[in-house]
């Protein structure tokens, strides 16, 4: 018999700074992650109110003007600043990895419910359609994808977003073959709880605790996929700040010794990229072994 | 003359084993009557099919064959659709009180869920209600706020017991209620349950391997084993006079805790073999002290060893079926070659 | 001087939870007994109450972020406490050894049991394959498992339940031990198989003149096998005494009560309202641990209740004690 005596904490209220410390002392990976990536969104969103310039103004006498106090991460060969232009980047970061994790979820997480629970021949042929999804290179998909129908946003959502959703139909899927034979949904099945409520009020809940951590993980990929459909010279492009863009302009320059147009958004990219990583592994952290130590 | 409120004939329920071919033959044509306001006490060891027939009623599992009829219904052949209306009046209290609730809801909207999905109440009368079954099981109020992981064992099962009268049952099967459960706990949740029986005269299906906890709750008993029945009758009855070998010597490695209670025991040699291969004729016969030759040619029927009290031993009919009066393990051959599985058992 | 002297062991958990503060659950609180050869001491209690604990404690097998805080445990006069591993392991295994809840469990699922039989004892004295192989089948027809030679070839997931209770204590007693702590051995196992694993253990520990420690949350259990038996709630023992004697005249409210609770003295006095929350071991109450729980706390209760003795080797840890009739009714005292 398990001591759950010992294991039970009754929730009372503490301080906020005593649960952000004992989060940090859990998982300084998550914390570290989960500063990283708010300090990007906080960026993203008062960009207009933070950012010295604007997003394509430009300063035709200062083209290619070295970092300094005027420019922080100097100017491109457009005359706009580097540093506005990599705040304002935020912005198609974020429009891009939670618009596309957001379909990821839509798209996998029911389909991986129901194959999961009601396994047969319905199973078979989801995860087989999802092995077909999955089988497709990304980049060389986004790639035909937005060359065939235009360089828009939208696209590039719709692309990552169907592309990965089968990682989270295997995920769900996979904690829903767990949870199918647990008690509570026996006694769920016994109360006479319709399919869908099992599905959606009983396993749902319990089924996508696994996959946050690979939410934040997506999301990081999705922001690569973008710059580098961007970098290509597919997507989105120059004189929109989005990072990709800006670097495959900033490419031009390096040979001629101007490193900092392509080097900056280059770092916001590797610093948002390595954000969502720490968080996604960091909730691992915290997820996992929290639930060991509270016990059932 | 009441009507049985459930006909259980010739159950059959098998499972598909690990390996192609192999079945496991869980239950096997168990027949019983429950009336209401009674409780029958299912009784046996691993491998008896006692949680199966319980599940079968609730019909979690599907029946191999056989009928199960509810009323004027059969409903062992019912497509889940049709079963689900049916459910309100077939619950089932499982034995470990965690694992059977969702753990992300709370405690009051566990209990409000039978009531949602049964009635057409609005929101505050559903409140009402669960607070009212609260009540009824002694459970806090203050408690229908908090998460299962934060009450203790006891609690929690009177919570599961708030949800299977919800809708008003007119059957309850439990599956070792307070197996999983303290022993200062049981007493209280035995207790519930009489109060509840008594209050609503609901039937009840009392599965469980603690006899003394089965002799003190229920009317009648069925013992089976390897999934079938060999004896049934009043409580009291099978109790004070067990007349299947098996029974007897089940009831005998009883241990009471009273140091001053002498034992006489009969030990059984070995152990339950695996369903998947089922000796012929009576299931006991390999390990049963006082096997013969006749008792592996068929199934022996129940005969009559009382009023209302049957047991399925060829011996009976002779009354030579008192396992004290074994000396030796008879049966020899039969027992070696039963004795050579040692098959792990899946439940 | 007994085989087991355990004196005034306190073992602690320390955690950190999500929100930094640091908690310590007192799980063992000066739990002080002796268990000498010939003995079978039983352990009882419910979930919580550090029957486990206890043994664990002994066998030095805790873990972070459970430690010993103080006391000591003395095996035939040596300090367990705070000894090194490598002496530690001199002892377990062979002179005081351990069976463990859920032996299908606790088996190495990749070795066969002849090996796994091979290897407890080549692990603590020099011995030839063949020789430990031999006294291995030989300790299997010991513990009643037919077709020694047979069985040593097969894989720990073959086993049913009793086959594999059966191995344990095998294993346990194959290097001769003077003492066997067994955890709940009979749990999970079929009524029928009980009874045989039960005698089993009595006949050979009574053969080879061991002491034992039986726990377990099964009365019937304590009733029948055990000379002497330990009562423990919330980390404590609160009480101790010869088995007949505990259970015709309990002293202590707790003990009553589980007493009480069995379905046949709940057949023949009827029910009483008993039981209830398990005591928080973050946060156990000032003085008797029990007395948020006790129909008869009184203000006295707030301090520390001493151990008193209550007749020959019988003594309970409640003010009250020696002041109760057996069957609970109060003779009024300051």
């Known amino acids: 018999m398990t001591d759950t005596s010992i294991d039970r904490s009754a929730a009372v209220g503490f301080t906020t700074s005593g649960r952000i410390l004992g989060i940090a002392r859990r998982s300084p990976t998550f914390a570290i992650g989960f500063a990283i990536v708010t300090a990007f969104a906080f960026v993203a969103i008062f960009a207009d109110l933070i950012s010295p310039y604007g997003a394509i103004e430009t300063f035709s006498r200062q083209v290619l003007q070295p970092p300094g106090v005027e420019f922080f991460f100097g100017a491109d060969g457009n005359g706009m600043d580097v540093f506005s232009r990599v705040m304002y980047g935020a912005r198609y970061a974020f429009g891009i990895a939670v618009p596309a994790a957001t379909l990821m979820l839509l798209i996998g997480v029911p389909l991986g419910l129901v194959a999961g629970y009601k396994g047969g021949v319905l199973d078979e042929v989801v995860l087989r359609i999802m092995d077909v999804l999955r089988s497709f290179p990304s980049i060389v998909l986004a790639l035909a994808v937005v060359s065939a129908t235009g360089q828009s946003l939208i696209n590039v959502i719709l692309v990552i977003g169907f592309l990965d959703a089968p990682i989270f139909a295997r995920l769900v899927r996979s904690e829903v073959l767990a949870l199918r034979s647990s008690g509570f949904i026996e006694s769920a099945v016994a109360a006479g709880n319709p399919t869908w409520r099992i599905l959606f009020v009983h396993l749902m809940p319990n089924a996508i605790r696994g996959s946050t951590a690979m939410i934040a993980v997506r999301m990081a990929w999705a922001v690569r996929i973008s710059a580098t459909l961007a970098f290509i010279g597919v997507g989105i492009q120059a004189p929109t700040p989005e990072w990709g863009a800006m670097i495959r302009q900033g490419a031009e320059f390096v040979i001629s010794g101007e490193w900092w147009v392509a080097l900056f958004p280059g770092a916001a990219l590797v610093g948002i990229v390595l954000g969502f990583n720490l968080l996604g592994d960091g909730l691992q952290d915290l997820l996992d072994p929290r639930r060991k130590a509270t016990g059932k | ?347 | ?334």
Not at chain 2, 108 to 119: D, P
Not at chain 2, 161 to 185: G, M, W
Not at chain 2, 226 to 236: H, I, K, R, T, Y
Not at chain 3, 67 to 74: A, C, D, L, M, N
Request: proline content about 6%; hydrophobic content about 40%.
């Open chain 2, 1 to 347: 003359m009441v009507e049985p409120i459930l006909q259980v004939r010739d159950l059959v329920k098998h499972f598909a084993g690990n390996r192609p071919g192999e079945i496991i033959h869980a239950v096997n044509k168990v027949s019983f009557d429950l009336n209401p306001g009674e409780t029958l006490g299912l009784v046996g060891e691993s491998g008896s099919g006692k949680s199966t027939i319980g599940r079968c009623v609730v019909r979690l599992y599907r029946p191999t064959a056989g009928s199960i009829r509810f009323g004027d219904r059969d409903i062992s052949t019912i497509s889940e659709g049709q079963m689900r209306p049916l459910r309100k009046e077939i619950q089932i209290v499982f034995q470990d009180p965690y694992s059977a609730l969702n753990p992300r809801m709370k405690v009051g909207n566990l209990i409000g869920e039978l009531v949602k999905l049964h009635s057409d109440l609005d929101a505050p009368a559903r409140r009402e209600r669960v607070t009212a079954l609260a009540a009824r099981v002694h459970l806090n109020a203050d408690l229908l706020t908090r998460y299962p992981n934060e009450l203790s064992g006891g609690q929690l099962q009177r919570v599961c017991i708030a949800r299977a009268l919800a809708t008003n049952p007119k059957v309850i099967v439990l599956d070792e209620p307070t197996s999983s459960l303290d022993l200062s706990v049981r007493a209280g949740i035995l207790e519930l349950l009489g109060e509840l029986q008594r209050e609503t005269g609901v039937a009840m299906l009392f599965i469980s391997h603690d006899l003394e906890t089965v002799q003190l709750v229920s009317h009648r008993i069925l013992v089976l084993y390897l999934g079938s029945v060999v004896e049934d009758g009043p409580a009291e009855a099978v109790f004070a006079k067990p007349a299947h070998p098996y029974a007897q010597a089940l009831l005998s490695a009883d241990l009471p805790p009273d140091p001053d209670v002498v034992l006489d025991r009969q030990i059984l040699q070995g152990e339950v073999p695996g369903p998947v291969h089922l000796p012929p004729g009576c299931p006991f016969a390999p390990r049963c002290p006082l096997s013969r030759e006749d008792c592996t040619r068929a199934m022996p029927p129940l005969a009559s060893v009382g009023a209302n009290h049957h047991a399925a031993c060829v011996r009976i009919a002779d009354g030579t079926n008192d396992i004290r009066s074994a000396h030796a393990s008879t049966g020899g051959d039969i027992h070696k070659k039963f004795q050579d599985q040692f098959v792990r058992r899946t439940t």
């Open chain 3, 1 to 334: 001087m007994s085989l087991l002297e355990v004196r005034n062991l306190h073992t602690h958990f320390v955690s950190h939870d999500l929100n930094n503060r640091s908690r310590i659950a007192k799980g063992l609180n000066g739990v002080s007994f002796e268990v000498d050869k010939g003995e079978i001491v039983g352990i009882v209690g419910e979930t919580g109450a550090g029957k486990s604990l206890t043994a664990m404690s002994i066998m030095g097998l805790l873990q972070p972020p459970a430690r010993i805080v103080e006391g000591s445990v003395r095996f035939d006069g040596n300090e367990l406490v705070g000894l090194g591993v490598d002496d530690l392991n001199r002892i377990r295994g062979t002179e005081l050894t351990m069976i463990v809840q859920s032996p299908l469990t606790s088996l190495d699922p990749l070795s066969r049991v002849g090996k796994q039989l091979v290897r407890a004892q080549r692990e603590h004295r020099n011995m030839s394959s063949d020789a430990a192989w031999r006294a291995g089948a030989d300790m299997l027809a010991t513990v009643g498992i037919p077709d020694a030679e047979r069985r040593m070839r097969a894989w720990p997931h073959e086993l049913s339940g009793g086959m594999a209770q059966r191995i344990l204590i095998a294993l346990a007693l194959i290097n001769g031990p003077r003492m066997l702590i067994a955890d709940e051995p009979t749990t999970g196992l079929d009524v029928t198989v009980q009874a045989q694993i039960l005698d089993l253990l009595k006949n050979l520990v009574r053969d080879r003149d061991m002491a034992a420690m039986i726990i377990t949350h099964d009365l019937g259990v304590v009733a029948h096998y055990c000379t002497r038996m330990c009562v423990m709630f919330a980390g404590s023992i609160i009480e101790m005494g010869p088995v007949r004697q505990v259970f015709n005249d309990p002293r202590h409210p707790y003990t009553q009560a589980l007493i009480s609770s069995t379905p046949k003295r709940i057949a023949e006095k009827g029910y009483s309202q008993i039981g209830g929350p398990p005591p928080n071991l973050y946060d156990l109450p000032e003085g008797c641990h029990y007395r948020d729980r006790c129909s008869r706390a009184a203000d006295l209760c707030r301090t520390t209740p001493p151990l008193k003795n209550v007749g020959g080797n019988h003594v309970a840890m409640c003010h009250f004690a020696d002041k109760e009739a057996a069957d609970g009714t109060v003779t009024s005292h300051g």
